[in-house]
Nanobody, 121 residues
Framework: QVQLVESGGGLVQAGGSLRLSCAAS????????MAWYRQAPGKQRELVAR???????NYADSVKGRFTISRDNAKNTVYLQMNSLKPEDTAVYYC???????????????WGQGTQVTVSS
């Protein structure tokens, strides 16, 4: 079994900052890319930021320059530092990981349960 557990969401005023964390645990052999997605009410889930196993990153245009994704491979953890938050950043944020499980062939996609981020104006 593999679990992704997010933390760090909450309520913040516009212009503020939050740091999300996502720790992967269980029968993990290796983790390839890790990413953060978000879904606002009535909208589709969208990619926010992604980081490869080699620490290559890419971001949605809407968060470039404000959000930073990073990872700690020793802890199987990915982070999302969110600065200069705007009301339109309000959403449920989901962690995603492409990983290889112990004893299982191939890459598999796993999701966290989501953490709410609310930015008030």
């Amino acid at each position: 079994q593999v679990q992704l557990v997010e933390s760090g969401g909450g309520l913040v005023q516009a212009g503020g900052s939050l740091r999300l964390s996502c720790a992967a645990s269980g029968s993990i052999f290796s983790i390839n890319a890790m990413a953060w997605y978000r879904q606002a009410p009535g909208k589709q889930r969208e990619l926010v930021a992604r980081i490869s196993s080699g620490a290559r990153t890419n971001y949605a245009d809407s968060v470039k320059g404000r959000f930073t994704i990073s990872r700690d491979n020793a802890k199987n953890t990915v982070y999302l530092q969110m600065n200069s938050l705007k009301p339109e950043d309000t959403a449920v944020y989901y962690c995603n990981a492409d990983l290889v499980r112990v004893g299982v062939i191939g890459l598999h996609d796993y999701w966290g349960q989501g953490t709410q981020v609310t930015v008030s104006s």
